[in-house]
């Protein structure tokens, strides 16, 4: 069974940072794409980062370009997200979504909260 | 960037009855349209993919249509599980990758 299981958030004070990771099992991590997705509390979803499934490719939303970092560790099963110069508008639920080839999010973690607050 | 509107907001119906769900493109995204649904609480859960393909597992009273800039989900007898959040999502023309606002279906 696929399972996708984000930690590392938290409280942060704004301006801070924190690495968010997401540890895959049930599946070839390596073969497989990843994506952040967030969603702010009583909000939408909003799409925060790509990495292919080597590493080389990688997008990222106006909304977080040079403020996060999207990563990946394949020996390790393992997506990394580094977030930097936390502000509130970046207080959400932060999943990360598996992307298979020709298909669109088809495994979601349980999400992990993080708050930007002094 | 593609905007995808949802309609409507919210949604009131009893259990059994039929409903149509609305998205619309700001421009084409051919069939790269896909839905997925959201309870209280839960990560979202792929309903529908490249517009009108059932997800494993998702039962047969869920389908959807349409092409270009014009999508429908459509519940064909609405049950008490289904009363949840449902959005739509594209990933014809990318980055960015966009997700609808959402569509609130709630028990009258």
């Known amino acids: 069974e696929v399972h996708l299981v984000e930690s590392g958030g938290g409280l942060v004070q704004p301006g801070g940072s924190l690495r968010l990771s997401c540890t895959a099992s049930?599946?070839?991590?390596?073969?497989?794409?990843i994506n952040w997705v967030r969603q702010a509390p009583g909000r939408g979803l909003e799409w925060v980062s790509y990495?292919?499934?080597?590493?080389?490719?990688?997008y990222y939303a106006d909304s977080v370009k040079g403020r996060f970092t999207i990563s990946r560790d394949n020996a390790n099963n393992s997506l990394y997200l580094q977030m930097n110069s936390l502000g509130a508008a970046d207080t959400a639920v932060y999943y990360c979504?598996?992307?298979?080839?020709?298909?669109?999010?088809?495994?979601w973690g349980q999400g992990t909260l993080v708050i930007v607050s002094s | 960037e593609i905007v995808l509107t949802q309609s409507p907001a919210t949604l009131s119906l009893s259990p059994g009855e039929r409903v149509t769900l609305s998205c619309r493109a700001s421009?084409?995204?051919?069939?790269?349209l896909a839905w997925y649904q959201q309870k209280p609480g839960q990560a979202p859960r792929l309903l529908i993919y490249?517009?009108?393909n059932r997800a494993t597992g998702i039962p047969a009273r869920f389908s959807g249509s349409g092409s270009g800039t014009d999508f429908t989900l459509t519940i064909s007898s609405v049950e008490p599980e289904d009363f949840a959040v449902y959005y739509c999502?594209?990933?014809?023309?990318?980055?960015?990758?966009?997700f609808g606002q959402g569509t609130r279906l709630e028990i009258k």
């Open positions: 999502h594209q990933r014809s023309n990318w980055p960015p990758i966009t």
């Open positions: 049930g599946f070839t991590f390596s073969r497989y794409s």
């Open positions: 979504a598996r992307d298979p080839p020709g298909l669109p999010f088809d495994s």
């Open positions: 990495i292919s499934s080597s590493g080389n490719v990688i």
């Open positions: 490249d517009a009108s």
């Open positions: 421009q084409s995204v051919s069939s790269n």
